[in-house]
């Protein structure tokens, strides 16, 4: 049975950080994103990496949030710094990439919320 298993979500003020953690069960190894979705917005693809560590992260983070993975733990990480309000939202991790860009595996979401 595959698990994504996110922690690190939290209430933090402008300008802090988090660092989101996802431990995967179940899975072999596949390519790995963090989406995140506000209300009353569309889910949004937020940074994604592959199994050999090429990554992508969306322009509205970039610079501010990483991704990364540690394929001997089975974690993928989201370090976000410099948090802005607009940052808040529910944040899921994700596994096995298709073509069409959307993924097959979701964790249960974290939620992340940025005071001003």
């Known amino acids: 049975q595959v698990q994504l298993v996110e922690s690190g979500g939290g209430l933090v003020q402008a300008g802090g950080s988090l660092r989101l953690s996802c431990e995967a069960s179940g899975l072999g190894s596949y390519g790995m994103g963090w989406h995140r979705q506000a209300p009353g917005k569309e889910r949004e693809l937020v940074a994604a990496i592959s199994v050999f560590g090429i990554t992508y992260t969306a322009d509205s983070v970039k610079g501010r949030f990483a991704i990364s993975r540690d394929n001997a733990r089975n974690t993928v990480y989201l370090q976000m710094n410099s948090l802005k309000p607009e940052d808040t939202a529910v944040y899921y991790c994700?596994?096995?990439?298709?073509?069409?860009?959307?993924?097959?595996?979701w964790g249960q979401g974290t939620q992340v919320t940025v005071s001003s």
């Open positions: 994700t596994s096995k990439p298709k073509r069409d860009g959307s993924y097959d595996y």
